[in-house]
Each structure stands twice: as structure tokens, then as C-alpha cells.
């Protein structure tokens, strides 16, 4: 009668102790720290993490690195980010980006101690970029093969470049250099094969 009453217990306090343990395992040990999860300004800063600008390039690689607009472009761009390149962006979009970064740092200005650029500054700049910016292919890129993959996948990031803007020998650089930003800032990189075509079509195009 004991032993039967002890055998019925057996299975009721093996299935209490495994509770006991999975109730342990999914309880947060007294040194791990839950963390909360992202509201308000930290999730927007959180998000400004998302899609980076590209590596920026040296001051002596500036078109007229000696000019005004470069020198401005050095000051004022550098307090939040890398030193872009004015062909990062095409002349159509460089006055759209300018105005948002500009929106950008009058807000945090006083906070965070970011130079804001004057209004005759920001005529300067805006000026040095056009006159620099990205040469846009239009709508007659040259026939042959890898055109539309060189549209396809350029585009994503910016307008097309005109082909002519580089030469054939140069060309090769430049789209390992943009498919490097394209895994930086898309988390996607074209294949090896696709990069190749591109390359090509580019050289042939360029002449």
C-alpha cells in the first residue's frame, strides 16, 4: 500500500521538477538585461543607422579642391558624416538632398554643436555641386549587351551615369566601388557575372 502510494507520487514530482527547470530556463538570469524595446527618438536614431552614406573620399580627390564650394563642402558635410563626392548625386537631386540636410542640422544645431552653413554658404555649395555633379546618361544609352543591367541595377541607387563620364580603362574601378556601397547601403551586391557584363557594356560604351 506504501509503495504503491510512493510509485503513484514518483511520476507527479518528476513532472513538478521539470516544470520547476523549464520555468528556470526561460527566466531571465540575475546578470542578462532585458532591453526595451526602441520608442520614440531612439528608434529614430536607430534608424538613421539604416542605409549610410558610402565611405566618403579624400579632400584632394575634390574636383577644384581649392575652391570655396570644396572647401565649404569639407566643413559643413564632414561634422555628421564622411566627405562626399559631388558625384554622389545627380545636378537634379543635389538641391533636394542639400535642403534635407540643411533642415537637418538647423534642428540639432544647438544640441549637438553642428556648424549650419549661412545663406550665401549654402549658394556657394549648392553651386560647387551642380557644377560637379553626376553626369546623367538621359534616355539614349547605346545599344548591346548588359544595357538594360546596367540600368536595372544602377539605378537602385542614383540616375544613370553617363558612360562617357569615365573612360574604358577607368570604369572597372568604379563599379567595384559602387557595388561595395551597394552592400553597405542595400545589403545586396550584385554577382560576380552581372558585375562583369556591366563592366563591359560600360567599356564599350565609354569610347
Request: charged share 15%.
Amino acid at each position: 500500500m506504501w509503495s504503491n502510494a510512493i510509485r503513484g507520487a514518483v511520476p507527479r514530482l518528476m513532472l513538478g521538477l521539470s516544470l520547476a527547470v523549464l520555468a528556470c530556463a526561460e527566466r531571465p538570469q540575475a546578470d542578462e538585461t532585458v532591453q526595451p524595446p526602441l520608442t520614440g527618438d531612439d528608434l529614430i536614431l536607430a534608424s538613421t543607422k539604416v542605409a549610410l552614406p558610402p565611405p566618403g573620399i579624400a579632400p584632394s580627390e575634390l574636383p577644384d579642391a581649392a575652391s570655396e564650394g570644396a572647401q565649404l563642402l569639407r566643413e559643413y558635410c564632414t561634422a555628421c558624416h564622411a566627405l562626399p563626392s559631388p558625384q554622389t548625386h545627380s545636378a537634379t537631386d543635389w538641391p533636394v538632398v542639400l535642403r534635407r540636410m540643411w533642415l537637418r542640422t538647423e534642428g540639432v544645431a544647438d544640441q549637438f554643436d553642428i556648424p549650419v552653413p549661412t545663406s550665401a554658404q549654402r549658394v556657394t555649395l549648392l553651386n560647387y555641386l551642380l557644377e560637379h555633379a553626376l553626369q546623367v546618361s538621359g534616355r539614349d544609352l547605346p545599344a548591346g549587351p548588359g544595357r538594360a543591367l546596367y540600368q536595372n541595377t544602377c539605378a537602385r541607387c542614383h540616375e544613370l551615369p553617363d558612360p562617357g563620364q569615365h573612360s574604358g580603362t577607368d570604369w572597372p574601378a568604379v563599379v567595384m566601388r559602387m557595388r561595395q556601397h551597394m552592400v553597405q547601403m542595400l545589403q545586396y551586391s550584385p554577382s560576380q557575372s552581372d558585375v562583369q557584363e556591366i563592366i563591359l557594356y560600360l567599356e564599350r560604351a565609354s569610347g
